[in-house]
């Protein structure tokens, strides 16, 4: 008691009252503090934060009402009136096919042939409705869907064939000069042939093509009997013919599709059903026998982009 005294000295008591307040004080600003830092527990009864999904290209589609799709000018199967709209055999099955998805329209998208996969990809389009046919190489960059129509490949000519090309085994004689449309399937018929690729001529287009085999630049335009017959009606030449007898190469998928993007099963499941229910009830031989065809270019029965790619 005397040190504490000697210690407090005079005025001891104030500042032992001073050491009290500044204790209460120190204690209150430490119980503050450990308030503030507290985790605070959730709510059990708040509910967790929605998490909004992604648009879906189908959701957009739906929302828009507008379905934008990629095509060449490649007559009959898609192509531009020279008023501007999209015309063809597959833009009308395709027409018809969206109308059962939603109060759908089209919008095409002008693309050359060889860009309308990377155009796909690229997102610059929905879908690819050309006259592109289902094969494996195509099918690791896109989703075909069911095959929508079948076509009989062949080349086209100069008038009485002076080259006697009958086939693509032909391409290797002599002097004989092949040419097809950039992107086309054609292409690696030739190669497969034992055509150079560097060898084979290539066309922004079917018309384009004509126009060489005529000029004399190539001995053969190859592409399907489909699409030679129709740019020939068109150009009205009499300078061409289509090869007679032909022998297409061994295993030829001439089965073409409408092709969706990566990522859009969901689109492409839903248009193979309609597709279907569109078959079975004879509304595609309708729009096709209405677009000139017949029934020779429906695909057999039952068969799928599946089943064509194995």
Do not use: H
Request: net charge negative.
């Amino acid at each position: 008691m005397r040190r504490m005294r000697r210690f407090l000295g005079e005025g001891g008591g104030g500042r032992l009252r001073t050491l009290l307040v500044l204790s209460i004080v120190l204690a209150l600003a430490t119980a503050v503090g450990c308030a503030e830092t507290a985790v605070e527990e959730p709510d059990e009864g708040t509910p967790p934060p929605v998490v909004e999904e992604e648009e879906t290209t189908l959701d957009r589609i739906k929302s828009e009402g507008v379905v934008r799709v990629g095509f060449a000018n490649e007559a009959p199967y898609a192509y531009s009136t020279p008023d501007g709209k999209l015309a063809g055999f597959m833009p009308a099955t395709m027409e018809y096919i969206f109308s059962q998805i939603g109060d759908i329209r089209l919008e095409g998208v002008l693309t050359e042939f060889s860009g309308l996969i990377p155009g796909l990809q690229a997102g610059r389009f929905d879908c690819v409705g050309a006259g592109l046919y289902i094969n494996a190489e195509r099918a690791e960059q896109a989703i075909p869907a069911n095959p929508q129509y079948t076509a009989a490949e062949g080349m086209a000519v100069l008038a009485g064939n002076p080259k006697g090309i009958t086939g693509y085994a032909d391409l290797l004689k002599d002097g004989v000069k092949f040419g097809t449309v950039s992107g086309s399937i054609n292409l690696q018929y030739a190669t497969d042939a034992g055509v150079a690729e560097g060898d084979v001529v290539l066309f922004p287009d079917v018309p384009s093509a004509l126009a060489g085999l005529e000029a004399g630049r190539v001995d053969a335009i190859g592409m399907s009997v489909i699409s030679l017959r129709d740019a020939m009606t068109k150009s009205g030449t009499t300078k061409i013919v289509i090869a007679d007898p032909f022998t297409a190469p061994e295993g030829a998928n001439a089965y073409g599709a409408v092709y969706f993007a990566l990522g859009d099963e969901e689109l492409a499941e839903l248009y193979n059903a309609e597709l279907a229910k569109a078959v079975e009830s004879g509304k595609i031989l309708e729009i096709l026998e209405a677009q000139g065809f017949g029934k020779e270019m429906l695909p057999p029965e039952g068969v799928t982009s599946q089943d064509l790619i194995k």
